[in-house]
């Protein structure tokens, strides 16, 4: 049974940072491009950042330069490690695996970070 746990969202202020955790169980996190999400309140879930499964990264440009994706395929975890963070970074984070350019399992419940002075 596949599960993402996501966890490391919290409450920062404006400039700060945080590192995002997302544990995988069900699959070999390795196998797959995994991304991270961001959702805004009260809008739709958007794609952040993707690491393919060779080590390529992308981002959106909203979070360039401030956010890396990052993998460790030994504790099969995903993170992403946001600095200089803004206040429209506040949402909800949610991590996926990636097919065909959509997202391949269920949702976990994600974590929230709030950007607020």
């Known amino acids: 049974q596949v599960q993402l746990v996501e966890s490391g969202g919290g409450l920062v202020q404006p400039g700060g940072s945080l590192r995002l955790s997302c544990v995988a169980s069900g699959f070999m996190l390795r196998n797959y491009p995994m991304s991270w999400y961001h959702q805004p309140p009260g809008q739709e879930r958007t794609l952040v950042a993707t690491?393919?499964?060779?080590?390529?990264?992308s981002y959106d440009d909203s979070v360039m330069g401030r956010f890396t994706i990052s993998r460790d395929n030994a504790q099969n975890t995903l993170y992403l490690q946001m600095n200089s963070l803004k206040f429209e970074d506040t949402g909800v984070y949610f991590c996926n695996a990636r097919m065909a350019a959509r997202p391949l399992f269920s949702w976990g419940q994600g974590t929230q970070v709030t950007v607020s002075s």
């Open positions: 690491i393919s499964a060779f080590g390529a990264t």
